[in-house]
């Protein structure tokens, strides 16, 4: 197995012996996982290995049967999901989640409002108040290649548009560590080259940590990869360490299309 641990670096995630059980099934099992600062860490495996699993566990959607989480040096094991994303740690999912009613500028707009107004959104808030916020996310709305939607309805983008219209509300909440859901999945080849350029993008100034199948992608987007099967960790590198892992190998023989759902 490719080794997990790299002493010395910088991670601003790590879970140690994460474990998820439901019934007699143990859908996490014993999971060490440590994301290297300004990195993007990418988390495959094949159907049924507990990736979805484990990223609840981190963001806190799932409670962990055993282990801990630590994030930037501090436990939070035991913290809700939203005490997580006001600590920076904050993730999108596999189904786009948007106001499909409201404008693709409104849907950032209130997400700024939510970073910069406090914990809620405040639905009754001045229009001068919320056109305080315009420019900031006209620019966000510009670095995920936007500028030209801004009054269009969010329920009429193309499937590609309404994910980088995610990622922009994400990157309103300014997380440290962005956590991705299969950003790419249903998308074109048009739509995952743009989405994937906005991924290199992003983790220039943050950390990354994705769970994607698109193997082409993970071979090219990502620094590091952890590999899962069934629940536990099969091993850890870099693209052309996992790929070349016998372990690995054995593992996805038979599968199509050379991608890991």
Known sequence: MTSRHDDGADYVLTAKGLTKVFGGIRAVDNVD???RRNSIHALIGPNGAGKTTCFNLLTKFLTPSKGTITYEGEDV???APAAIAQKGLVRSFQISAVF???TVL??????????VHGRSFDFWRS???????EDEAVQLLEDVGLEDFLHDRAADLPYGRKRALEIATT???DPRLLLLDEPLAGMGQEDIGRTSDLIK?????RTVLMVEHNLSVVATLSDRITVLARGAVLAEGNYAEVSEDPAVVEAYIGEPND???
Request: net charge positive.
């Open 171 to 173: 990157l309103a909440l």
């Open 100 to 102: 499909g009613g409201m």
């Open 201 to 205: 993008r992003v983790a220039e100034t």
């Open 33 to 35: 996982l440590s994301v």
């Open 77 to 79: 094991t035991n913290l």
């Open 106 to 115: 409104e849907n950032v707009r209130l997400a700024l409002q939510r970073r």
């Open 259 to 261: 991608t890991y759902d």
């Open 127 to 133: 229009s001068k108040c919320l056109n305080s916020l």
